[in-house]
Protein backbone atom coordinates (compact mmCIF):
# COMPACT_ATOMS: atom_id res chain seq x y z
CA UNK A 1 0.00 0.00 0.00
CA UNK A 2 1.40 3.56 -0.97
CA UNK A 3 1.70 5.68 -3.21
CA UNK A 4 4.14 7.42 -6.27
CA UNK A 5 2.19 10.46 -6.16
CA UNK A 6 4.17 13.29 -4.07
CA UNK A 7 1.83 14.82 -1.27
CA UNK A 8 2.26 18.21 -3.07
CA UNK A 9 1.15 16.85 -6.17
CA UNK A 10 -2.24 15.27 -5.31
CA UNK A 11 -4.55 15.00 -1.91
CA UNK A 12 -5.31 11.68 -3.01
CA UNK A 13 -4.82 8.56 -0.49
CA UNK A 14 -3.72 4.96 -1.23
CA UNK A 15 -6.11 3.63 1.55
CA UNK A 16 -8.99 5.31 -0.09
CA UNK A 17 -8.20 3.09 -3.36
CA UNK A 18 -11.53 1.06 -2.70
CA UNK A 19 -13.76 4.28 -2.57
CA UNK A 20 -12.65 5.60 -5.24
CA UNK A 21 -13.27 2.22 -7.76
CA UNK A 22 -16.97 2.42 -5.87
CA UNK A 23 -16.85 5.96 -7.51
CA UNK A 24 -15.99 5.10 -10.70
CA UNK A 25 -18.73 1.70 -10.61
CA UNK A 26 -21.17 4.58 -9.76
CA UNK A 27 -20.28 7.17 -12.50
CA UNK A 28 -20.24 4.17 -15.02
CA UNK A 29 -23.47 3.21 -13.93
CA UNK A 30 -24.62 6.81 -13.96
CA UNK A 31 -23.76 6.74 -17.66
CA UNK A 32 -26.05 3.79 -18.47
CA UNK A 33 -23.77 0.91 -18.77
CA UNK A 34 -23.91 -2.09 -16.85
CA UNK A 35 -21.56 -3.68 -13.69
CA UNK A 36 -21.56 -6.34 -11.33
CA UNK A 37 -23.43 -5.31 -8.25
CA UNK A 38 -20.65 -3.61 -5.90
CA UNK A 39 -20.23 -2.40 -2.18
CA UNK A 40 -18.00 -0.69 -0.34
CA UNK A 41 -17.26 -2.16 3.04
CA UNK A 42 -15.92 0.12 6.13
CA UNK A 43 -13.56 -0.70 8.80
CA UNK A 44 -13.46 2.34 10.51
CA UNK A 45 -12.06 0.74 13.98
CA UNK A 46 -9.43 -1.89 11.85
CA UNK A 47 -11.29 -4.91 13.11
CA UNK A 48 -13.29 -6.28 10.61
CA UNK A 49 -13.43 -9.88 10.43
CA UNK A 50 -13.17 -12.09 7.07
CA UNK A 51 -14.01 -15.77 6.81
CA UNK A 52 -12.69 -17.63 3.61
CA UNK A 53 -14.32 -21.24 2.01
CA UNK A 54 -11.86 -24.17 2.53
CA UNK A 55 -9.47 -23.99 -0.26
CA UNK A 56 -9.57 -20.32 -0.81
CA UNK A 57 -6.61 -18.22 -1.11
CA UNK A 58 -6.73 -14.59 -1.13
CA UNK A 59 -4.61 -11.39 -0.32
CA UNK A 60 -7.16 -9.26 1.99
CA UNK A 61 -5.55 -6.88 3.59
CA UNK A 62 -6.21 -6.48 7.25
CA UNK A 63 -6.99 -3.04 9.12
CA UNK A 64 -7.71 -1.22 6.12
CA UNK A 65 -10.41 1.49 6.63
CA UNK A 66 -12.41 -0.07 3.39
CA UNK A 67 -12.53 -2.71 1.02
CA UNK A 68 -14.15 -3.17 -2.59
CA UNK A 69 -16.46 -6.01 -2.62
CA UNK A 70 -18.52 -6.87 -6.22
CA UNK A 71 -20.73 -9.90 -7.10
CA UNK A 72 -19.34 -13.07 -8.96
CA UNK A 73 -20.60 -13.10 -12.20
CA UNK A 74 -20.91 -16.27 -14.12
CA UNK A 75 -20.07 -15.23 -17.49
CA UNK A 76 -21.18 -17.55 -20.96
CA UNK A 77 -18.73 -18.41 -23.23
CA UNK A 78 -15.83 -17.96 -25.38
CA UNK A 79 -18.27 -17.84 -28.44
CA UNK A 80 -19.53 -14.40 -27.06
CA UNK A 81 -16.30 -12.97 -26.65
CA UNK A 82 -16.88 -11.10 -30.61
CA UNK A 83 -20.17 -9.71 -29.45
CA UNK A 84 -18.87 -8.65 -26.00
CA UNK A 85 -16.00 -7.16 -28.10
CA UNK A 86 -18.34 -4.95 -30.53
CA UNK A 87 -20.85 -4.02 -27.74
CA UNK A 88 -17.48 -2.48 -25.70
CA UNK A 89 -15.94 -0.65 -28.61
CA UNK A 90 -19.67 1.01 -28.61
CA UNK A 91 -19.37 1.95 -25.38
CA UNK A 92 -15.58 3.35 -26.30
CA UNK A 93 -16.98 7.01 -25.94
CA UNK A 94 -17.94 6.58 -22.23
CA UNK A 95 -14.74 4.58 -21.10
CA UNK A 96 -12.40 7.36 -22.65
CA UNK A 97 -14.80 9.88 -20.76
CA UNK A 98 -14.20 7.76 -17.94
CA UNK A 99 -10.48 7.22 -18.34
CA UNK A 100 -10.38 3.23 -18.05
CA UNK A 101 -10.50 2.51 -21.86
CA UNK A 102 -7.36 0.64 -21.40
CA UNK A 103 -9.78 -2.25 -19.96
CA UNK A 104 -10.76 -2.88 -23.60
CA UNK A 105 -9.04 -5.97 -25.59
CA UNK A 106 -9.28 -7.88 -21.94
CA UNK A 107 -12.08 -9.89 -21.89
CA UNK A 108 -11.30 -11.28 -18.29
CA UNK A 109 -12.35 -7.27 -17.29
CA UNK A 110 -16.16 -7.87 -18.19
CA UNK A 111 -18.47 -10.13 -19.31
CA UNK A 112 -21.30 -10.92 -21.69
CA UNK A 113 -25.28 -11.54 -20.37
CA UNK A 114 -28.00 -12.12 -22.50
CA UNK A 115 -26.63 -9.27 -25.08
CA UNK A 116 -24.97 -7.32 -22.37
CA UNK A 117 -21.86 -6.29 -21.23
CA UNK A 118 -21.03 -5.77 -17.68
CA UNK A 119 -18.20 -4.45 -16.38
CA UNK A 120 -16.30 -6.76 -13.67
CA UNK A 121 -13.15 -4.38 -12.97
CA UNK A 122 -12.36 -1.07 -14.15
CA UNK A 123 -9.92 0.19 -11.98
CA UNK A 124 -9.82 3.99 -10.88
CA UNK A 125 -11.21 6.50 -13.57
CA UNK A 126 -9.17 9.50 -12.31
CA UNK A 127 -6.04 8.11 -10.94
CA UNK A 128 -4.43 4.68 -11.71
CA UNK A 129 -4.58 1.95 -8.94
CA UNK A 130 -3.06 -1.39 -8.78
CA UNK A 131 -2.79 -3.37 -5.78
CA UNK A 132 -2.96 -0.50 -3.01
CA UNK A 133 0.01 1.61 -4.83
CA UNK A 134 -1.73 4.86 -6.33
CA UNK A 135 -0.37 6.85 -9.56
CA UNK A 136 -0.71 10.16 -11.77
CA UNK A 137 0.13 10.28 -15.67
CA UNK A 138 -0.26 12.59 -18.03
CA UNK A 139 -3.82 11.58 -19.14
CA UNK A 140 -4.72 12.65 -15.70
CA UNK A 141 -3.67 15.95 -16.76
CA UNK A 142 -3.22 18.13 -13.86
CA UNK A 143 -5.69 19.90 -10.54
CA UNK A 144 -7.37 23.49 -11.47
CA UNK A 145 -7.04 25.89 -9.23
CA UNK A 146 -10.81 26.69 -8.53
CA UNK A 147 -11.15 29.94 -10.64
CA UNK A 148 -10.02 27.34 -13.87
CA UNK A 149 -12.43 24.91 -12.31
CA UNK A 150 -15.11 27.17 -12.44
CA UNK A 151 -14.21 28.14 -16.38
CA UNK A 152 -13.73 24.44 -17.49
CA UNK A 153 -17.03 23.93 -16.04
CA UNK A 154 -18.82 27.02 -17.64
CA UNK A 155 -17.11 25.70 -21.00
CA UNK A 156 -18.55 22.08 -20.58
CA UNK A 157 -22.06 23.28 -19.74
CA UNK A 158 -22.15 23.59 -23.72
CA UNK A 159 -22.72 19.92 -24.21
CA UNK A 160 -24.19 16.79 -23.13
CA UNK A 161 -23.58 13.42 -23.00
CA UNK A 162 -26.31 11.12 -23.84
CA UNK A 163 -26.10 7.99 -21.80
CA UNK A 164 -25.67 4.32 -23.10
CA UNK A 165 -29.32 3.26 -24.59
CA UNK A 166 -30.32 6.72 -24.33
CA UNK A 167 -30.67 5.82 -20.98
CA UNK A 168 -30.32 9.44 -19.53
CA UNK A 169 -28.48 13.07 -21.16
CA UNK A 170 -26.35 15.02 -18.85
CA UNK A 171 -23.97 17.88 -19.62
CA UNK A 172 -20.29 17.33 -19.09
CA UNK A 173 -20.35 19.37 -16.61
CA UNK A 174 -22.58 17.40 -14.86
CA UNK A 175 -20.71 14.61 -15.24
CA UNK A 176 -17.42 15.52 -13.76
CA UNK A 177 -19.55 16.96 -10.76
CA UNK A 178 -20.83 13.54 -10.34
CA UNK A 179 -18.48 13.08 -7.28
CA UNK A 180 -20.42 15.89 -5.65
CA UNK A 181 -23.88 14.56 -5.30
CA UNK A 182 -23.33 10.48 -6.49
CA UNK A 183 -23.97 8.03 -3.02
CA UNK A 184 -22.13 4.76 -2.92
CA UNK A 185 -23.62 1.56 -2.04
CA UNK A 186 -22.03 0.03 1.27
CA UNK A 187 -22.81 -2.99 3.04
CA UNK A 188 -22.23 -2.14 6.74
CA UNK A 189 -24.54 0.12 7.07
CA UNK A 190 -26.42 -1.22 4.50
CA UNK A 191 -27.67 1.58 2.25
CA UNK A 192 -26.02 4.72 0.10
CA UNK A 193 -23.42 7.01 1.73
CA UNK A 194 -21.85 9.93 0.24
CA UNK A 195 -18.60 10.99 -0.56
CA UNK A 196 -18.10 13.40 1.64
CA UNK A 197 -18.78 10.61 4.72
CA UNK A 198 -15.79 8.59 3.41
CA UNK A 199 -12.95 10.99 2.00
CA UNK A 200 -11.87 14.33 2.06
CA UNK A 201 -13.12 17.70 0.14
CA UNK A 202 -9.79 18.47 -1.29
CA UNK A 203 -9.65 14.53 -2.66
CA UNK A 204 -13.39 15.23 -4.34
CA UNK A 205 -12.41 18.47 -5.40
CA UNK A 206 -9.70 17.08 -7.50
CA UNK A 207 -11.71 14.72 -8.77
CA UNK A 208 -14.14 16.65 -9.96
CA UNK A 209 -11.13 18.96 -11.70
CA UNK A 210 -9.31 16.03 -13.18
CA UNK A 211 -12.76 14.02 -14.10
CA UNK A 212 -13.27 18.02 -16.06
CA UNK A 213 -9.98 17.47 -17.83
CA UNK A 214 -11.30 14.85 -19.09
CA UNK A 215 -14.60 15.35 -20.50
CA UNK A 216 -12.34 18.31 -22.13
CA UNK A 217 -10.42 16.03 -23.44
CA UNK A 218 -13.04 13.52 -24.77
CA UNK A 219 -15.08 16.37 -26.01
CA UNK A 220 -12.09 17.27 -28.33
CA UNK A 221 -11.35 13.64 -29.72
CA UNK A 222 -15.31 12.78 -29.94
CA UNK A 223 -16.66 15.89 -31.97
CA UNK A 224 -19.54 14.77 -34.04
CA UNK A 225 -20.09 11.66 -32.25
CA UNK A 226 -23.88 10.59 -31.78
CA UNK A 227 -23.32 10.34 -28.25
CA UNK A 228 -22.04 14.15 -27.53
CA UNK A 229 -24.90 17.16 -28.57
CA UNK A 230 -25.10 20.75 -28.07
CA UNK A 231 -26.65 21.85 -25.12
CA UNK A 232 -30.18 23.76 -25.15
CA UNK A 233 -29.73 26.54 -22.31
CA UNK A 234 -30.07 29.71 -21.48
CA UNK A 235 -26.93 30.58 -19.98
Known sequence: MGSRIKKSKSSFIPTHQPVYEAL????VNNLG???S???LLQ?????L??????GIKTNIRSGMPFYFVSKLMECEGLD???????LVSDEMIYLDLLQVSDIVGRPQNYCYIDGKVFYLDLGCSFVDAHEGRLELHNKHGKPLSRKQLRKSLKELERYSIVGK???RSMTLADFAEMPR???IPTLNPRGRVSLTSLITEEEIEEIVSRLAFSAKKTLDSYKGSEYLMRTNNNH
Open 37 to 39: DYY
Open 24 to 27: TFAM
Open 80 to 86: DVREASA
Open 165 to 167: GGY
Open 33 to 35: LHT
Open 49 to 54: PFKLET
Open 181 to 183: YLR
Open 43 to 47: NPHGN
